[in-house]
């Protein structure tokens, strides 16, 4: 078990360029979640799957943003078109079955700055 | 939804003295989480509490749940600078196995 990995760490673009971020979850967990988070602020939900299944979106998530988990293993989120206020650490977690019996874990995160 | 709020927003202390931080909600709180964060990193998980007048010890910090109160509690005996990080509560209000975070309490351990 190696645990929730992100990639990249870090990711400088300029506005208006696409960029994409990927999760590999612990291999076991059926569920996999994206979160936002800015600075000063508390991660902020933005989607989250159960297997291949797209379960939920927050409407943080606009059309600019798509995530994928195609196999229902790693999970894709990319952005379209750039903004400055996309600037952020994107976080990623998974969890096996119910999170109130289990929790989450947490990826170390992707840092994207938008110049 | 749900809003979580943490105090206090930022804690200095010096190495080997006790804190504690609280997070408070708006909504009943029917399960809480405690994760620290450290900057520029992810999230660690560190306790759930599940039901009123629960308290659960890790090392040297205990969570306490007080859901008459919604609010919950953490607190560090003689604090490290191991311990110096964001402290992030959250719950999920509707069981819907989606997170609501609170903005965290910023811990600082002067040696």
């Known amino acids: 078990d190696t645990g929730v990995s992100q990639n990249p760490r870090h990711k400088i673009t300029k506005r208006g360029q696409n960029v994409t971020f990927r999760c590999d979850p612990i291999?076991?967990?059926?569920?996999l979640y994206w979160y936002r988070q800015t600075l000063g602020q508390g991660p902020e939900f933005l989607t989250y799957?159960?297997?291949?299944?797209?379960?939920?979106k927050s409407r943080l998530l606009s059309d600019r943003f798509s995530a994928e988990r195609p196999k229902g293993s790693f999970s894709t989120l990319e952005i379209q078109r750039t903004e400055q206020g996309d600037s952020a650490m994107y976080l990623c977690?998974?969890?096996?079955?119910?999170?109130?019996?289990?929790?989450?874990?947490f990826g170390s995160g992707t840092r994207l700055t938008v110049v | 939804s749900q809003e979580l709020e943490q105090s206090p927003q930022s804690l200095i202390v010096q190495e080997g003295k006790n804190l504690t931080i609280n997070c408070t909600s708006s909504?009943?709180?029917?399960?809480l989480y405690w994760y620290k964060q450290k900057y520029g990193e992810g999230l660690i998980f560190l306790m759930m509490?599940?039901?009123?007048?629960e308290e659960k010890s890790h090392e040297k910090i205990t969570a306490k749940l007080d859901e008459k109160k919604q609010q919950s509690s953490l607190h560090i005996t003689a604090s490290q600078p191991s311990h110096a990080g964001i402290y992030l509560c959250?719950?999920?209000?509707?069981?819907?196995?989606?997170?609501?975070f609170g903005k965290g309490n910023q811990v600082v351990v002067i040696p």
């Open positions: 977690a998974s969890s096996l079955g119910g999170m109130l019996t289990y929790g989450y874990t």
């Open positions: 291999s076991e967990h059926n569920r």
């Open positions: 799957f159960q297997n291949e299944a797209q379960l939920e």
């Open positions: 909504k009943t709180l029917y399960g």
């Open positions: 509490l599940q039901k009123g007048g």
């Open positions: 959250g719950a999920d209000p509707y069981g819907n196995n989606r997170l609501a």
